[in-house]
């Protein structure tokens, strides 16, 4: 089974449209939406579109939704899991050809990759200072090098899916999931993925903020 994992919150005017494209054309069998304590009608959306959607009480971040996600792919027995961003900014017709790129690899866990993909117009001060200082940390944490060090994008086996378990609430579950795919010794590779940037995403405090929850992480246990 190809299960997609679409962590939400307040995606009501986007998660339709995100749910019935990984249905038509992303090629899985299966979406499963966490409504990250939502205040309005993403759930519902997302149910009526097909989903199957567990719900958070209260927004926990979406490292805690994906993990929610990971959880319930291995209770159903998932074979492969997706991770697929909620506002639409991926595009589901790229899953197939990199789940069988995956496939073809023999690798266990695939990252989207922003910068191999040329036709990505990614914001100046994402590219130039956010994204860099991203690798920099990472670099310093332990974590597999890569061309895009903030993928949200991913494809993982059954083995990637028990091997990681994401503890990192909120956005520095993506450094954490580096860090534990060379931990666990788990081959990558790489995909270029097109990404549409409808809203800027992380800005500098938020980007500040992850690095602080990263080494909270490492030296606070």
């Known amino acids: ?67 929610t ?3 319930y792919a291995k209770m159903v027995g998932a074979d492969f899991v997706v991770h697929f961003d909620a506002d639409g900014q991926f595009l589901s017709t790229e899953i197939s050809e990199a789940w069988e790129y995956l496939k073809d690899s023999k690798a266990n866990i695939l990252f989207g990759s922003r910068f191999l ?22 670099y310093f944490l332990g974590a597999i090098p890569l061309t895009d060090p903030q993928a949200g994008f991913r494809i993982l086996d059954r083995i990637a899916l028990e091997k990681i378990q ?20 788990l081959k990558y590779v790489e995909y270029p993925v097109y990404v549409i940037y409808h809203r800027f995403g992380q800005n500098f405090s938020g980007g500040l903020k992850i690095i602080k929850d990263l080494l909270l992480g490492k030296f606070v246990k």
Not at 1 to 29: C, H, Q, T, W, Y
Not at 166 to 185: F, G, S, W
């Open 117 to 138: 993909n040329k036709k990505s117009a990614i914001p100046f001060l994402k590219r130039v200072v956010l994204i860099p200082l991203g690798r920099l940390v990472n």
């Open 1 to 67: 089974m190809f299960l997609a994992i679409v962590p939400a919150f307040n995606e009501e005017k986007n998660i339709g449209s995100v749910v019935r494209d990984l249905f038509n054309r992303g090629g899985v069998d299966q979406v499963v939406v966490i409504d990250d304590g939502s205040s309005d009608n993403t759930a519902e959306e997302a149910q009526k579109a097909g989903a199957e959607v567990l719900k958070h009480r209260l927004n926990c971040g979406q490292g805690t939704a994906l993990q």
């Open 69 to 71: 996600g990971h959880e």
């Open 166 to 185: 994401i503890d990192q609430p909120r956005m520095a579950h993506a450094t954490e999931i580096l860090v534990k795919t060379k931990k666990h010794n």
